[in-house]
């Protein structure tokens, strides 16, 4: 497995059973009502913007103003650090690509505000070993063990782990 994607680096700061399920195309997401809810949220804001900007099939970007400031929306803060890794990583994947002035800033809607991301030098070793993390954890035989946290009751892949 050579390609991490951003989605990827999201799931590895929520879950890494998750990330193994989802890696190993064991998708349950198409049930779950939230992420309804969260498509739903980033299809009906900002709606003068292009949408979508996938790059190599291994980022996504929801959306790009400015010529350089990349935005990310999600619907809440509950998991806010898996939010700012993933746009770290998309700062640190164009970074690789010789994109070199870049801002980002995560966007929540519903609470009205608005979190500006910077790529950090010491960063960049850190999402250099979250990417050999995930290609270890992926490519293993077995799922994680389960993380028995709060946010598990709310996870599309909840029967999967719990019954």
């Not at 497995?1 to 890696?23: D, H, N, P, S």
């Not at 809810?37 to 979508?52: A, L, N, P, V």
């Not at 991301?117 to 035989?141: G, P, R, S, Y």
Request: aromatic share 12%.
């Amino acid at each position: 497995m050579e390609r991490v994607t951003g989605l990827m680096i999201y799931y590895y700061f929520i879950c890494q059973r998750k990330l193994w399920y989802f890696a190993n195309e064991i998708n349950m997401e198409q049930n779950s009502e939230l992420v309804s809810i969260g498509k739903t949220i980033d299809e009906t804001s900002y709606k003068r913007e292009k949408k979508s900007i996938l790059i190599d099939n291994t980022i996504n970007i929801d959306f790009i103003k400015d010529g350089a400031v990349l935005h990310e929306v999600k619907k809440t803060k509950a998991i806010e650090e898996a939010g700012i890794w993933q746009l770290k990583y998309y700062m640190y994947y164009l970074k690789q690509k010789g994109v070199e002035t870049l801002e980002a800033k995560i966007d929540y809607p519903l609470l009205r505000q608005t979190k500006e991301i910077v790529l950090e030098k010491e960063d960049v070793e850190i999402i250099e070993n979250v990417i050999k993390n995930i290609q270890e954890i992926v490519t293993k035989e077995k799922p994680p063990e389960v993380i028995k946290e709060k946010i598990c009751k709310k996870c599309s892949y909840y029967d999967l782990c719990y019954v």
